[in-house]
C-alpha cells in the first residue's frame, strides 16, 4: 500500500505520533476534518479538469467551423472573370 509515497511503517509512524500529540478524543476529529478537505480538494480538482476539456472543445469547434468558413469567403472576395474584362474595356 502506497499512498502518496508514503509506506505502510511511515504511515504507522505518522499515526502513533499524531496519537501520542493530539489523543484518542482529538484524532477521529481531525480524520474527519482531514477527510471532508481532500473531498472538497478532490471536487474542485474534477470540476477544473471538466472545465479546461470543455474549453478545449469548445476551442476545437470553433477552430473547424472557421476552417469550413474561410474558403467560402475567399471564394466570395475574389474578383469574377467578368468583371476584369468589363475593367478592361472600359479603360
Known sequence: M????????????IFVVALLIFGPKKLPEIGRSLGK?????????NEFQKEIKREAEQME?????????E???KKTTQPSPET??????ES
Not at 2 to 13: C, T
Not at 37 to 45: K, P, T, V
Not at 61 to 69: C, D, P, Y
Open 61 to 69: 469547434t470553433s477552430v473547424k467551423m472557421q476552417a469550413q468558413l
Open 37 to 45: 478537505a481532500l473531498r472538497s480538494f478532490q471536487e474542485a480538482s
Open 84 to 89: 476584369e474584362t468589363e475593367k478592361a474595356s
Open 71 to 73: 474558403p467560402e469567403a
Open 2 to 13: 502506497n499512498i502518496f509515497g508514503i509506506g505502510l511503517p511511515e504511515m504507522a509512524l
